[in-house]
C-alpha cells in the first residue's frame, strides 16, 4: 500500500487515513466526489498508490456517468488487473460522518502541495549548488510561482456567504454585466455571450479560418472598448497587423502580403487608425510557456484573451507528462485565472488529423485533440469548417461560406448555421450574401479606379 519514496521527509507527509476517509465517504454518498474534486486536482494528491487508483476508478465513472458503488468501482478496478475488493469492503466499514469530509479533502490537499514544493525546492537547491543554466532557475521559480497559486486557491475555495451580495446578483443577471459578447451577430444569438470566468474553445482543420475568426472577434470587442490580451503562438505580429489592416481599407489581404508598396498611403492610413483605435490591444507574438503568458494576464487584467493556438505553448523539457496532461493543466489554470480576472478565455485549437480521413469533414467533439479536457472544461466548444478547402466551387457557397458548429454550449443548445467568409478583407460577416456583396463592392470599386 505504502509508496515509497527515496527521500524520507516527503515519505512523512501524508496522511493515510485522511486518504481512506475521502474515499470511504464517497463511496457512501457518490455526490460527494463533485465537493472533493476542488481538492483533488490530481490522483498524484493521494500519496497512497491504492488510493491513488481507486481515486482514478471513481473519476473514469463520475466522468461517464456511471453510478460509483463498491461494486463498480471494484469491477473497474478488476478489469485493469487491481484486485482491491476487500481492501475497498473496508473503506466503508468504518468511516467518520461525512460533515468532516471537506476537511479531509483539504489535509489530503495541503500534503500533496507540501510533497510537491519539498521535491522542487530539493532540486531547485541541487541546480543552484551545480550552477546550471538561468533558464532551468527561472523554470523553477515559476513552478514555485504555482505552488503558491494552488495554495491561495486552497485557501480561498470557501464559498460566499449569500448576505450582501444580492444587489451584485441582481446587476449580473438583468445587466448581462458577466457576458461577454464575440460582436458576430449569428453567433452572439446562438450563444447569447461568453460567460466571464470560462474559458471557450475554437477548433478547426488548417485553412479553415480558425485564426481568421478569433482576429474578428478580436477587432469586435477592440472596437466595443473592450480591452483585449492576445497570444499569436503561430503567426509573427506583423501577419497579425496586416490581416487588421486588410479589415479596415481597401487592401487585399493577399496584396498585403505581395505588393504592400503599391498601396502604401492608404495602408498608412490604415495603420494611423490602428495606432488610435487598438490601443487596448495587448498583443504578443514571443510568449512561449504556459507561465509566461499567465504571468503577462495578470498584469494586464483583460477583459478577454485569446490564445492562438495552444499546441504551440512549450513546456519544459524536463516534463515527461503525455499530451493529455498538458493540455488537462493549460485548460485548468486558464479556466483559474478566468475567475481571478473576472475575464472570458478563448483557446484555439487544432483538430486532430482523423476528420481527413472521413468522407464527411464536418467536425465533431471527438475530432477535438485530446478532446477529453477540451470539451469537459470548456463553456463552448465551437468549430469553423470552410467546405471550400474540401470542395471547391461545389461547396453551397463557395468561397464567400463558412459554417460555424456549435458543439457544446453549457448554458444554452447546440447548432449550426452559415456565416460568410471574405477572404480579401480577412473578414467573417454576418452572411455569406454580405460576403459576395462585398467582393462585388470591391470589384467595382477596383475596375471604377482603372
Known amino acids: 500500500m505504502n509508496r515509497q519514496h527515496k527521500n524520507i521527509e516527503i515519505s512523512k507527509m501524508y496522511s493515510g487515513l485522511s486518504e481512506k476517509d475521502v474515499l470511504g465517504c464517497i463511496l457512501k454518498e457518490p455526490e460527494l466526489i463533485n465537493e472533493a474534486m476542488n481538492y483533488v486536482t490530481t490522483s498524484k494528491v493521494f500519496y497512497m498508490e491504492d488510493h491513488e487508483k481507486i481515486w482514478g476508478a471513481m473519476y473514469y465513472l463520475h466522468k461517464s456517468n456511471k453510478a460509483i458503488d463498491l461494486t463498480t468501482v471494484a469491477n473497474f478496478l478488476g478489469e485493469k488487473g487491481f484486485k482491491l475488493t476487500y481492501y475497498l469492503t473496508s473503506l466503508t466499514d468504518s468511516i467518520p460522518t461525512t460533515g468532516n469530509f471537506k476537511t479531509h479533502c483539504k489535509t489530503i490537499y495541503d500534503l500533496y502541495l507540501r510533497r510537491q514544493l519539498w521535491k522542487r525546492i530539493v532540486g531547485f537547491k541541487d541546480r543552484i549548488e551545480k550552477d546550471t543554466s538561468y533558464k532551468d532557475v527561472a523554470s523553477d521559480i515559476n513552478y514555485l510561482e504555482k505552488i503558491a497559486e494552488n495554495f491561495t486557491d486552497m485557501l480561498n475555495l470557501d464559498h460566499k456567504s449569500m448576505d450582501g451580495i444580492d444587489d451584485e446578483l441582481i446587476e449580473a443577471i438583468f445587466a448581462k454585466k458577466n457576458l461577454v459578447q464575440t460582436g458576430i451577430d449569428r453567433i452572439d444569438r446562438a450563444i447569447v455571450g461568453m460567460t466571464k470566468g470560462e474559458i471557450s474553445i475554437i477548433a478547426g482543420r488548417p485553412g479553415n479560418g480558425k485564426s481568421t475568426l478569433a482576429l474578428n472577434i478580436t477587432r469586435n470587442m477592440i472596437l466595443d472598448g473592450k480591452k483585449v490580451m492576445f497570444i499569436s503562438r503561430e503567426m509573427p505580429r506583423v501577419e497579425i497587423v496586416k490581416k487588421f489592416l486588410a479589415m479596415h481599407t481597401q487592401v487585399p489581404n493577399k496584396q498585403m502580403r505581395n505588393n504592400a508598396s503599391d498601396h502604401r498611403e492608404e495602408i498608412e492610413k490604415g495603420l494611423k487608425f490602428i495606432k488610435k483605435y487598438y490601443k487596448s490591444l495587448h498583443l504578443f507574438d514571443n510568449l512561449r510557456s504556459l507561465d509566461e503568458g499567465i504571468n503577462e494576464a495578470k498584469k494586464i487584467r483583460p477583459d478577454i484573451i485569446i490564445d492562438d493556438h495552444i499546441g504551440f505553448i512549450e513546456f519544459s523539457s524536463r516534463d515527461n507528462r503525455d499530451v493529455r496532461h498538458r493540455i488537462a493543466e493549460v485548460t485548468r489554470r486558464y479556466k483559474w485565472l478566468a475567475k481571478e ?46 467546405p471550400y478547402v474540401y470542395e471547391y466551387e461545389e461547396a453551397e457557397h463557395g468561397q464567400f461560406g463558412q459554417q460555424i458548429i456549435i458543439a457544446k454550449n453549457r448554458y444554452g443548445t447546440t447548432c449550426k448555421f452559415d456565416v460568410g467568409y471574405h477572404g480579401d478583407s480577412a473578414s467573417i460577416m454576418d452572411s455569406p450574401e454580405a460576403a459576395k456583396q462585398k467582393f462585388r463592392n470591391r470589384l467595382n470599386a477596383s475596375n471604377e479606379s482603372l
Open 341 to 386: 480576472l473576472d475575464c472570458s478565455v478563448i483557446l484555439v485549437s487544432q483538430l486532430n488529423r482523423n476528420i481527413e480521413h472521413r468522407v464527411d469533414k464536418i467536425p465533431r467533439l471527438s475530432d477535438l485533440a485530446e478532446s477529453g479536457n477540451l470539451e469537459q472544461d470548456a463553456e463552448i466548444v465551437m468549430f469553423n469548417y470552410y
